[in-house]
């Protein structure tokens, strides 16, 4: 268990509206990263971060920002979702000096 | 862009028997991990690759990181129901400010008695 849970785990909403997910951890690591997961595309990154207040985009970023500013959470924010946007999301963390990432249980998310 | 392939992409087969599962790129990764990912949940990390020419074995699972660490390859023997989910490979590779895997599309794997 990596000790990372993301909220809500289901949300549906309208076009337009502003959705906020948010991605937790207990182990204090450094490096958090989102991906989105589609069909025929697998995990595509998002955004990641380094560090508290240390950002930067992933491949698929346009649409979405992210924040952090404490090292436990990492928030995603789509400022006005649009239906391209349906998606599961996943959170991963990385421990520092490996490369490999352990990922949050997901949220699915509807943009009707 | 770095881009990872992997094949086939659904494969059924029966229990007890073997199978393999490709993961190619054009992209040399420092790195590369095989995860298993079941409905609803998120990918499981299985095995990282590091070397190249390594096999790792897990169990029933062997894992192979190719001489160039470009290429991978997942081979299950006696293929059993619990073996079904969907294989993911991913490659690693370091950036100026943080480690990002490539994923690649995945393999779903169905293992019926």
């Known amino acids: 268990d990596a000790g990372i849970t993301q909220s809500p785990r289901h949300k549906v909403t309208e076009t337009g509206t502003p959705v906020t997910l948010r991605c937790h951890q207990t182990?204090?690591?450094?490096?958090m990263y989102w991906y989105r997961q589609d069909p025929g595309h697998g995990l595509r990154l998002i955004h990641y971060?380094?560090?508290?207040?240390?950002?930067d985009k992933g491949e698929v970023s346009d649409g979405y920002s992210v924040s952090r500013s404490k090292t436990e959470d990492f928030l995603l924010t789509l400022e006005s979702a649009t239906s391209s946007q349906t998606s599961v999301y996943f959170c991963?963390?990385?421990?520092?000096?490996?490369?490999?990432?352990?990922f949050g249980p997901g949220t699915r998310l509807t943009v009707l | 862009t770095q881009l990872l392939e992997q094949s086939p992409q659904f494969l059924s087969i029966q229990e007890g028997e073997n199978l393999t599962v490709y993961c190619n790129s054009s992209?040399?990764?420092?790195?590369l991990q095989w995860y298993r990912q079941e409905p609803g949940e998120g990918p499981v990390l299985l095995v990282t690759?590091?070397?190249?020419?390594e096999v790792k074995k897990l169990k029933r699972l062997t894992f192979q990181f190719g001489d160039a660490r470009k290429d991978s390859s997942l081979h299950i023997t006696a293929a059993q129901p619990g073996d079904t989910g969907l294989y993911l490979c991913?490659?690693?590779?370091?950036?100026?400010?943080?480690?990002?895997?490539?994923f690649g599309t995945g393999t779903r794997l169905q293992v019926t008695l």
């Open positions: 971060s380094y560090g508290v207040k240390d950002t």
């Open positions: 991963a963390i990385r421990p520092t000096g490996l490369n490999e990432q352990f």
């Open positions: 182990e204090n690591h450094r490096y």
């Open positions: 991913a490659g690693a590779s370091n950036t100026g400010t943080a480690s990002k895997l490539t």
């Open positions: 690759v590091v070397t190249g020419g």
């Open positions: 992209s040399v990764f420092s790195s």
